[in-house]
């Protein structure tokens, strides 16, 4: 065994380095976990697992889901929002009744303000369908239109299959043939470039559907053959889903008085399948009356009132025949009975309907509506904070003004005076920005972004400010006594000297409200609000866009700092524009894409390189985000 040998010393500073790394990267993940918004993380290994077998055997990926142990809503709200949405997913595909929709919520709400559309797409449609089977039909529709927004721009042709079939279902069944056909063929091309036959089949039938609403009957017939060549592609001859379509496809025989057709594709049906009120209708149409009796009245052992309204009025109709005339009264009194019973669902489903599709247009117009609005909020919002810091920065100069205006009157009665207000002034000042300052350096002790030598700089910082207050203050309570001896004699200009002494300080409050209000432009600048979040590196183009917003925040920052150190690189300026940004070694790291540790050697350099090469001053005690800050 090899032993490596350290020193008391060695082995203290490698602890403290690694305790420092620790440090970082707790402060780091706890910040991702915090935003919601930072750099997706690997799902656990259980939740890939279960949607990896969730189409094809989504029982298992259900199975998967209700054992594992369910990710922490409070540390790990990435894995929580994903194991809600697929938990969700599997018993939709399960067919599990959904009494709400608080457990698909949680996924929802914690991707909407992701850049994730795939995600956002996902549980907007699930969103969709509860809220659909829960009878919000508004609700379902406008989940169902955001979903559309979003896998669109997505490569996830499944997902826009389901949304746009839900979509195209929900205006089918509700007659908005407007809205059913574009929706419906939607379904059927990502259905293709999925290259899922069962989804082709699936919207294929209500495109079929939808050619039968407009009265295209020839090219429904052309949709349902399609249809079930795919069906028997597939294996699916004896199959429930493939005697529906052919049903469907009858149907349109008869309606299109091609009767014999119809019988032709009803007839071999297995007794299960089978139509018998189409049957009997067909042949009613044929004048096969007899067998029309039968198959009719074998149609009457049903529950549903359309079916049942539909037959009687068949069965009435017979009994022009002498052969049926004893059946005239019963037959008459249920067709009286069944069609008052259609005539108030249909009215119910037709206010419904309207209001529906009402709601739709209303839905989709308050959508752009709401963009145009935000947009124009964004830029206004923009332009009058951008006057106010011209009003502000105006009258703070005017407040100067009378400020120097002032000062000059009372040196023309006392200049002693005048003297010592100006040093109270100005160390006032000084006071209140070094308390300013420590304070910074207080927050950035407590980021733990630093390394060790940059916080020993800031707390070497801190006492020096600590110190220099403490004189400050002792050399303020004597400009202060002995102003109050001159001012005794000077009962005269007393007045002035409290006006100069509140506009000095309305002055200060003015400096400080702007520099407020720049940094609520600049926090609330759309990349820069981005990058607090979700710190990445940048592209050319954005750098151009926060080189501008700097240009113009701060009166040509750029410019200024090359007109002080011409030898300044490319890096080095963009290191300075993001330190004025207010951006901390955490997030300067992921930008420029290297260690917390490399950034505090690049403002060590960029420090150095600025006191040696600056055409002016660079006070040594001073740190370089408060000269930045100050510059």
Request: charged share 30%; aromatic share 10%.
């Amino acid at each position: 065994m090899f032993v490596k040998k350290v020193t008391d010393r060695n082995r203290l500073r490698i602890f403290m380095s690694k305790l420092l790394y620790i440090l970082i990267a707790c402060t780091a993940l706890l910040n991702i976990q915090c935003s919601g918004n930072g750099k997706e993380k690997t799902p656990l290994p259980e939740l890939v697992h279960a949607e990896s077998v969730m189409f094809d055997h989504p029982d298992s990926a259900l199975h998967i889901l209700e054992h594992m142990s369910m990710p922490s809503a409070r540390w790990d709200k990435e894995n929580h929002a994903l194991w809600c949405l697929l938990l969700t997913q599997a018993q939709v595909k399960q067919i599990i009744k959904i009494s709400s929709d608080s457990l698909v919520r949680i996924a929802y709400d914690y991707y909407k303000p992701t850049d994730n559309a795939r995600r956002k797409a996902m549980s907007a449609l699930y969103m969709g369908n509860i809220n659909y089977n829960l009878g919000n039909i508004e609700e379902a529709m406008r989940y169902y239109l955001e979903g559309k927004t979003e896998v669109e721009k997505t490569n996830d042709y499944k997902t826009g299959y389901l949304i746009m079939s839900s979509l195209g279902k929900l205006y089918l069944y509700r007659d908005f043939e407007e809205y059913a056909f574009d929706a419906c063929s939607k379904a059927y091309d990502y259905a293709v470039k999925d290259s899922n036959k069962r989804y082709q089949m699936g919207a294929l039938q209500y495109l079929a559907r939808c050619y039968c609403l407009l009265d295209k009957l020839p090219a429904a017939i052309e949709t349902y053959q399609k249809c079930m060549e795919i069906a028997l592609e597939l294996g699916l001859e004896n199959d429930e889903y493939y005697y529906g379509v052919q049903h469907e496809t009858a149907l349109v025989y008869t309606n299109s008085c091609e009767y014999e057709k119809s019988l032709s594709i009803l007839r071999p049906f297995p007794v299960k399948y089978r139509s018998n009120s189409l049957i009997g209708k067909n042949l009613f149409s044929l004048g096969k009356l007899d067998s029309a009796f039968y198959y009719l009245n074998k149609a009457l052992n049903t529950d549903n009132v359309y079916t049942k309204e539909s037959v009687y009025r068949y069965l009435y109709r017979l009994c022009d025949n002498s052969k049926y005339h004893q059946y005239l009264k019963t037959y008459c009194d249920s067709l009286l009975f069944y069609t008052d019973s259609v005539m108030s669902l249909d009215k119910g489903k037709e206010i419904i309907a309207y209001k529906e599709k009402y709601d739709h247009q209303k839905l989709i117009t308050e959508q752009q509506r709401l963009k145009l609005e935000k947009a124009d909020a964004q830029r206004m919002l923009f332009i009058i904070t951008i006057c106010l810091i011209v009003v502000i920065a105006v009258v703070a100069y005017f407040y100067q003004k009378r400020l120097v205006r002032k000062e000059t009157t009372i040196r023309k009665q006392s200049e002693q005076l005048q003297d010592f207000m100006l040093q109270l002034h100005e160390y006032e000042t000084q006071l209140m920005q070094n308390n300013r300052y420590m304070e910074e350096l207080r927050e950035q002790l407590s980021s733990h972004d630093n390394d060790s030598d940059e916080r020993h700089e800031q707390q070497e910082q801190m006492e020096r400010l600590g110190a220099e207050n403490s004189r400050l203050q002792t050399t303020i309570q004597d400009l202060q006594k002995r102003i109050g001896e001159y001012s005794s004699r000077l009962s005269e200009a007393r007045k002035d000297v409290e006006q100069l002494r509140s506009l000095s300080e309305e002055s200060l409050k003015l400096k400080e409200r702007e520099r407020r209000l720049t940094d609520y432009v600049v926090d609330n600048h759309r990349l820069v609000a981005e990058l607090r979040t979700r710190s990445r590196v940048l592209s050319e183009s954005e750098w151009q866009e926060l080189t501008q917003l700097c240009e113009s925040t701060w009166g040509d920052f750029i410019h200024r700092l090359l007109a002080f150190c011409p030898q300044l690189t490319e890096q080095e300026l963009r290191l300075c524009l993001l330190i004025r940004l207010r951006f901390g070694n955490a997030q300067l790291a992921a930008i420029f894409a290297v260690s917390p540790a490399s950034i505090s050697q690049k403002k060590f350099r960029l420090k150095k390189h600025l006191s040696e090469s600056g055409q002016g001053s660079f006070p040594e005690e001073m740190t370089l985000d408060r000269w930045l800050a100050e510059f």
